[in-house]
């Protein structure tokens, strides 16, 4: 009888395996007709700078317009392209893209584009870029280039000398998702970042820990000594907001301020005058 139920069991493991090599094997399909057409948009969520609480800048966010699946998380197809090493091309779109829609932004807004480790494999990452500039006729300086530390994981030499091009460039150079790896310090003093990008497990973690204050106010004061801008991600309530303009936080970004929204939306948030915090229920301002 026992024998009969691994038998049973097994077929059942076969079958789900081969459900979810379909399922992956679908997406990796319907991923390079995508790629063709293409039928990908980017949203924009906003930055908040604390200084002068006006907004500095946007980060661009993909999408997936899929023809039957309707509008597609990253997290469900970038793994995939990944993978396959369609990412590439994707990148491309995406950093094109980026930067042309910049381009009708007023001069002091910034355009952040996520990069992934599979784009710093290529030696071309940073003629990719100079294009996308190029292209669009956009200042290197209002462009930011996310990376994780997935990215310095890989061959450091070879991707040091990119991330070395790129600053060369005169484009700017985040660490995105702080706190979440191994030995973030070694990174960041493995490379000069502009900017530190503190992970929303923090942020969330602010009202109900104690120590996620303290690791917050290290990582502010950290940045701050290495001459890095600090910023804050997921940040959802006013509260929040609170506790990182006390512990001097350079900028904040969430849904509090903004979620991600299409090109057509972001008109409001570029008129560069002062965010009503008020109107977050964040009001008070320390002075
Ligand atoms: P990320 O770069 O860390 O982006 C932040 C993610 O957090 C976004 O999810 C954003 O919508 C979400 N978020 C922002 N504010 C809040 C908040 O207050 N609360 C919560 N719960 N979430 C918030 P999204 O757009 O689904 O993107 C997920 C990840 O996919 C990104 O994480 C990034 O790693 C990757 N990704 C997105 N676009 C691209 C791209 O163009 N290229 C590459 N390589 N990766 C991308
Ligand atoms: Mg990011
Ligand atoms: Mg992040
Ligand atoms: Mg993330």
Redesign the pocket.
Known sequence: RAKGEGRGVHRFFEAWMATAVQARRTVELDLRAALAEPQFE??F?PFLALGNNRISGF?????WRHPTRGLV???EF?PV??ETAM?VT??EW?LRE?CREAARWPDHIGI?????P??FRSAALALTVVAALGEAGLDPRRLEL?I?EGVLLQDSEATLAILHQLKRLGVRIAM??FGTGYSSLGYLRAFPFDKI?I??SF??DLAVRPDAVAIVRAITSLGASLGMTTTA????TPEQLAQLRHAGCTEV?????S??RPAAELLPLLSGAEVPLAALGAGRRRS
Do not use: C, F
């Not at 980060?59 to 999408?63: D, F, T």
């Not at 991600?233 to 959802?236: L, R």
């Open positions: 980017l949203h969520q980060e661009a966010l993909v999408r998380a990253p997290s970038i392209a990944e990412i994707l990148g995406v980026a952040s584009v996520n990069l992934s599979v784009q996310e994780t995105d998702d990008k992970d929303r942020i969330a991600e997921g940040v959802e970004q969430g849904y509090l301020i979620r991600p």
